[in-house]
């Protein structure tokens, strides 16, 4: 039985399905990554990817181009994120009240959008056709490597958009005069006050850029992950990215290795169910496992945080 | 002398609160091109509103502000950091996780040709060029949280002078620094004049204004006690502008009767995370039926002392014990059921819940006693009854018990505070700044009553930057100065403005002989 398990953990697509589930919780950890920089906790994401995903394919199927979808899913991210930001930063709602409030948009206005736009009830995988769905990519040279070749190529376009949107983020929070401000907001608001470093614009632009990315993570949902969009379909992802992000302690690169970890725990998951001898339910249970041990490792740090700030207030 | 000599002038300012303090009125203050200006005044005396107001963080409720000759209205800091003007603050405006260079172009990043990136080599180069010309030795490279608090004063002062400060106002800047450091900031400052800038220099350390000040503004209670060549005023005399007494309020009460101790602090010590001693072996006792007050100016451990009696901190060493029983670390809980009260400092954080009601704020600290308890549930009858008869005999103003803490006066909220710290029956009382902020009433009512506990035979400690409160009060009196007792009176009758000032501001120094006699135990 372990052998059969030490085998599959080896096997060339295992470390494919990893990566292709990872995917989806890194551009939403990438998303946390950066509105958390800024001091914003964005705890709308769940709501963001449910609602984008529904538009990337709405969007698509309108124009029958993955391109203009995922755009599409873009820009309601953004708008999700900025009807957020309205709501928190100008109107002083509790971000994590606004947060719960989009979320619970997500799960129930995008039932009904989705009758408003075409009469469907919950689904819209009678709708899906092949130009909706991005493209997977083969990438020359690298796909006839022996098992690495299974492993990296062959992926959706998004996924590796994922992978080099890390170091874009990256780029961003600390090599441009945006992140500088992003980094500084987040740490010490007098700070930038003090040398006219506009707070609010600075949290508005952070906040924009993280609903893009939650944006891209559920147009790989609906577009390519689930072939279609359906209810509950982020299947708690935007939490997980949550706990990504705490866990790779608010750095791109942390939040990418976090995201890979809880993408093993998944597919670990997933291939364990059809084995013998596991109880499936059990099985089932261990990317939440995961994601609960990542949040207690935040708590914990987060506790520090904490102590430290009050050591340092005495 | 012309209008022309003076860079900056502050006419007839008056800054009202919303809640109705005024803490400037009809204050002057002029400083001239190119001088060491220090601007004088105890905690409260308005000193720092007035700086606000030139930077832009405050805007003056009446009277004009004069810059290089030109009206100005101040609106932000970033309008006061275009007309010249800088600021260093005492809690320094740096973040911990970015290096200097970061903090010093933040906000005006220099970028690289494509306008994308930042050029953080030019950031350096700036810092470094910066650095140089103002012999303000810093190191670009390092991360804020990781350089000493003498840097990062520095890597401020740069600040500033980046974004083309040519005043400089210095919020207590040696109040973090060592002794080294403080020499060292006073050469950069000196060179810094010389190279034609002004510096307004808030302090109330006397050594140190004579040292390096050409000028000096006094302030007290929100007004300006006059302007003067800091070579032709004594230290005696400052301190006598200073601290003086405005209106003498006097409270009618019997000579004490003090018999065993209850509070027995001793050889406390406590060092803070900047490595300053804030209590330096601190040790004295209070007795039964006497009040002991602690004076001092603000910052000389008055806090931190308070603080550790009532386990909001704990000392490095030392004991405190009250009626022989160890308080240092224990839960507030068991402090209280010891018979400690306290009236904190900061009434709106540690004295009440603001958005309680006056009913539950009184019985907080009693509301787990069998006499408030029916079972499960609370014996609401006996807690109306309760409170109506405390606010009836402390006088609170109110329309009904029911009524929200936090919509009252200070003086109300205080004596709500004092309602429910003085009626349990207390064996000690700490009482810090008891009075602070409130109406004459409030504060003539406060002091009655804690005259009247001491000679019922309550034990009470009196912190309090007021003067005439702390002379008036108090039985026995100890002066504290940088973390020690600088002074001990036993009777308070012999003391005056005069020799009080000269402890507090360290000019003098009782012998070990002298404080000894405020240890009362074997």
């Known amino acids: 039985m372990f052998n059969q398990l030490i085998d599959m953990i080896f096997s060339a697509s295992f470390g494919y399905s990893i990566i292709r589930i990872s995917s989806p919780i890194l551009f939403a950890a990438l998303a946390a990554v950066v509105a958390e920089k800024a001091g914003v906790v964005n705890i709308g994401l769940e709501g963001i990817m449910t609602i984008s995903a529904l538009f990337g394919v709405l969007f698509a199927y309108w124009t029958n181009s993955w391109i203009i979808g995922v755009i599409g899913a873009t820009a309601v991210g953004v708008l999700i994120a900025m009807i957020m930001a309205v709501f928190a930063l100008k109107l002083k709602t509790d971000i994590i009240l606004a947060g719960i409030a989009i979320n619970l948009l997500g799960g129930g206005g995008t039932v009904f959008l989705l009758f ?27 796909k006839d490597i022996p098992v690495i070749g299974q492993i990296f190529s062959g992926h959706s376009a998004l996924t590796y958009l994922a992978f080099l949107l890390v170091i874009l983020v990256w780029i961003l929070l600390y090599k441009t005069a945006m992140g500088l401000r992003i980094r500084a907001v987040g740490e010490n608001q007098n700070a930038a006050d003090s040398v006219g470093v506009s707070v609010l614009k600075t949290q508005y632009i952070a906040l924009a850029i993280s609903g893009a990315l939650a ?36 750095e791109p690169v942390g939040a990418m290795l976090s995201s890979l970890l809880f993408g093993f725990a998944s597919a670990l998951g997933n291939k364990m169910e059809g084995m013998q001898g596991f109880s499936s339910y059990l099985v089932a249970s261990i990317p939440y496992v995961v994601t609960i041990i990542g949040l207690v490792i935040y708590a914990m740090g987060t506790i520090k945080k904490v102590k430290r700030f009050k050591d340092n207030d005495k | 002398m012309s209008d022309n000599d003076y860079v900056v002038q502050m006419k007839g300012i008056t800054k009202v609160y919303p809640n109705g303090i005024a803490a400037n009125q009809g204050v002057d203050f002029n400083v001239m091109r ?37 009206k100005v209205s101040l609106s932000s800091p970033t309008v006061a950091i275009s007309k010249g003007i800088g600021m260093v603050h005492q809690h320094f405006m740096l973040v911990p996780s970015l290096t200097v260079a970061e903090n010093m172009v933040l906000g005006m990043e220099p970028k690289q040709g494509n306008k994308l990136f930042i050029n953080y080599k030019k950031a350096v180069e700036i810092t470094e060029e910066f650095s140089k010309r103002y012999n303000l030795f810093v190191d670009p490279h390092a991360k804020v949280r990781d350089i000493p608090v003498g840097m990062k004063q520095k890597v401020e002062i740069l600040k500033a002078l980046v974004r083309g400060a040519k005043i400089l106002i210095l919020d207590e800047p040696t109040a973090v620094l060592t002794t080294q450091e403080t020499e060292e900031l006073f050469k950069e400052l000196i060179h810094l004049k010389e190279q034609g800038y002004t510096l307004i220099f808030i302090s109330h350390k006397l050594n140190e204004i004579k040292q390096i000040t050409d000028r000096l503004t006094i302030m007290r209670g929100g007004k300006s006690m006059g302007v003067h060549e800091t070579a ?107 018979g400690v ?59 009904s018990r029911k009524q929200q803490v936090g919509m009252l006066s200070g003086g109300n909220i205080q004596k ?35 005259v009247e506990l001491s000679r019922e035979g309550a034990a009470v400690l009196l912190v309090s930057a007021d003067l005439n409160e702390v002379m008036e009060l108090s039985d026995s009196l100890i002066i504290m100065y940088n973390g020690k007792i600088a002074a001990y009176f036993e009777d308070t009758a012999v003391l005056n403005d005069t020799i009080m000032g000269e402890y507090m501001l360290g000019l003098k120094q009782q012998s070990i002989e002298e404080i000894g006699g405020v240890i009362h135990g074997e």
């Not at chain 1, 991005?134 to 020359?140: A, D, E, F, M, W």
């Not at chain 2, 190119?34 to 009446?62: D, Y």
């Not at chain 2, 505070?417 to 406060?446: C, H, K, M, N, Y």
């Open chain 2, 341 to 399: 009260t306290l009236i904190p400092e900061d009434r709106m954080t540690f004295g009440i819940a603001g958005a309680g009601t006056i009913e539950e704020n009184l019985m907080s600290d009693r509301a787990a006693s069998k006499k408030y308890n029916k079972g499960i549930l609370f014996n609401l009858n006996a807690m109306h009854e309760d409170s109506d008869q405390l606010i009836k005999d402390y006088r609170v103003l109110c329309k």
């Open chain 2, 232 to 338: 032709d005023i004594s230290k005696e005399e400052i301190s006598r502008l200073m601290v003086g007494r405005d209106v003498v309020l006097t409270v009618e009460k019997e000579q004490a009767q003090p018999t065993d101790v209850v509070l027995s602090v001793h050889n406390m010590e406590y060092t803070n995370e900047w490595n300053k001693k804030m209590l330096d072996k601190l040790s004295f006792d209070v007795r039964k039926g006497e009040i002991l007050g602690i004076a001092g100016v603000e910052g000389n451990g008055q806090r931190e002392l308070v603080d550790m009696l009532f386990n909001l901190n704990i000392p490095d060493g030392g004991s405190a014990k009250v009626n022989g029983k160890n308080i240092l670390g224990r839960p507030q809980r068991e402090i209280r059921d010891m």
């Open chain 1, 116 to 142: 408003l736009f075409t009469g469907l009830k919950g689904n819209t995988a009678s709708m899906t056709t092949p130009y909706m769905l991005t493209p997977k990519v083969n990438i020359p040279l690298l």
């Open chain 2, 34 to 70: 190119g001088e060491i200006h220090a601007l004088m005044g105890e905690n409260g005396a308005g000193k720092s509103t007035l700086m606000k107001m030139l930077f832009g963080l405050e805007q003056p409720t009446e009277g004009e502000i004069i810059v290089n000759g030109e």
């Open chain 1, 215 to 250: 944006g891209l993570g559920g147009a790989y949902m609906s577009m390519y992950y689930s072939q279609s969009w359906n209810i509950g379909i982020v299947a708690g992802r935007g939490f997980i990215a949550l706990a990504a992000q705490a866990m790779g302690q608010g």
């Open chain 2, 416 to 450: 709500v505070v004092v309602a429910r710290e003085f009626s349990s029956d207390p064996v000690l009382i700490i009482a810090d700044q008891p009075t602070r902020g409130i109406d004459v009433g409030a504060t003539e009512f406060i002091r009655k009553k804690l």
